[in-house]
């Protein structure tokens, strides 16, 4: 500490004191979300045109945005800046100089590179990742793609080579760019579900039904949403099938009461909802055609907003408030060990991670009159019940929900009244906006 304070203002020192136990909480949410790993220096080439087809300039360039995106939020790499990149186009193993790309500016421990052209309506890619550093046997992957050529399908390329990428270099874990992300949106007038690639492209209605539709929950398959819609009967949980374009039966949430919050679980044979028939809102659960209805919960006070542990599909954690104040639980999936994981405030809206370590979930630990505190999105380890906020003093925050890789939480954001989808890293850095028009709430993140 001496030699320090001789280098550093003691105001500089009192900060990083301050800041010490931040840095070490974010460790084991860093380390438990596979964001821990020292981050690769990766070089993202732009890729050769090849041929005269006059479509593949327009084509080459939503190749190498989407790519680059991809890559550059992925959590795992350190992008190398286009600025910084050398002069070269390499389009096949032959044409890349390695020394260029490993020294500086660039200084890549890792370089994709490949060429793409358009003939005669096909779209042809070959990508490569070598590694910068091995030039005896520098090549770690090496892909081919021959689709219909077309703008969504140039971007469909890049996210398949991105996620082949991130597989590779991010310790055997899928990729994302290629999910979805649901959500409701009531931008033409109704609370609609509408869908959206996972970086916010795409942006389109799934359902018409032109009444209230909320909290939306796609299936593991990605073939149907639960969701729960108002009618003239009440709210129900109903439900879209993606395959057939319209909604299919699930008698389980058509009866009397209140019937919302439904939640998949991760093997896709069941369904928890809450529900109101029998009184208060409990937890129930359904097979996923509806049926085997049977109830978890039975307690004063409202239960409600069920996720289940995708991991082992033998936990469920919950909001009730049988204690006064919403707060989080988990329990058993027939209903037993019941256990409180929140120790005060105003807990709701839990997303169990798909590691089933950690819970994310919406939080204001300074609710009540005059409090100071704000809506925020936090991330718990189940264990050891550690919590971690990830958002500050930005709107209101709520209804976080995990990426399949546990390294990206998408959350809804609400400022000045206009409610939007964002995105951050699951230790709560680099947040994005995804929507800006209308407003737009309840995202739920594709299973794959």
């Known amino acids: 500490m001496k030699a320090l304070s001789r280098l550093l203002p003691l105001s500089a020192i009192a900060l990083l004191v301050l800041l010490a136990p931040q840095l070490r909480a974010q460790d084991w949410v860093r380390t438990g979300t596979n964001l821990g790993n020292a981050r690769i220096r990766l070089a993202s ?114 996210h398949r080579f991105a996620d082949e990428i991130i597989l590779r270099l991010g310790g055997g874990i899928n990729g994302i760019a290629e999910t979805k992300i649901y959500f409701v949106s009531s931008r033409t007038g109704t609370k609609e579900i509408w869908a959206m690639d996972y970086d916010g492209q795409n942006q389109h209605q799934v359902t018409h039904l032109g009444s209230i539709s909320l909290s939306p929950r796609i299936s593991p398959d990605n073939s149907r949403i639960a969701f729960a819609s108002l009618d003239r009967g009440g709210w129900s949980v109903r439900m879209y099938s993606l395959d057939l374009g319209r909604l299919v039966s699930f008698p389980g949430g058509t009866a009397s009461g209140s019937n919302q919050s439904p939640a998949w679980s991760g093997d896709g044979t069941k369904i928890a909802f809450s529900s109101s028939r029998s009184g208060d809102p409990e937890i129930w659960a359904a097979d996923a055609g509806g049926g085997n209805l049977h109830k978890l919960t039975s307690f004063r006070g409202p239960d409600v907003s069920p996720t289940w542990n995708p991991r082992t599909n033998a936990q469920i954690a919950w909001v009730s408030g049988r204690t006064g104040l919403p707060q989080i639980y988990i329990m058993d999936q027939d209903g037993a060990n019941i256990q409180r994981m929140t120790d005060g405030g105003y807990a709701i809206s839990p997303s169990w991670s798909p590691n089933g370590q950690f819970l994310t979930f919406s939080w204001n630990r300074k609710y009540g009159p005059g409090a100071p505190g704000g809506q925020d999105i936090y991330v718990m380890d189940i264990a050891s019940k550690r919590w971690m906020q990830l958002t500050h003093e930005a709107g209101s925050n709520d209804f976080p929900c995990w990426a399949p890789d546990t390294r990206h939480i998408v959350f809804e954001r609400a400022i000045g009244g206009h409610s939007q989808i964002w995105t951050m890293l699951a230790d709560g850095t680099e947040q994005h906006e995804l929507t800006h028009g209308g407003s737009n709430f309840m995202p739920n993140w594709s299973w794959k």
Do not use: C, H
């Open 45 to 158: 080439a732009d890729f050769k045109p090849v041929g005269s087809d006059p479509e593949t300039p327009a084509l080459k360039a939503t190749f190498d945005a989407t790519l680059y995106g991809d890559l550059a939020s992925a959590g795992i790499f350190d992008l190398v800046s286009k600025s910084m990149l050398p002069q070269s186009t390499p389009g096949s193993p032959q044409e890349i100089n390695l020394a260029q790309w490993s020294a500086a500016p660039a200084s890549a421990e890792m370089v994709a590179f490949g060429a793409l052209s358009s003939t005669s309506g096909k779209l042809v890619v070959y990508g490569w990742l070598f590694d910068a550093r091995n030039t005896a046997s520098p090549q770690v992957l090496g892909k081919q793609y021959n689709e219909a050529s077309s703008q969504d399908m140039a971007r469909t390329v890049a």
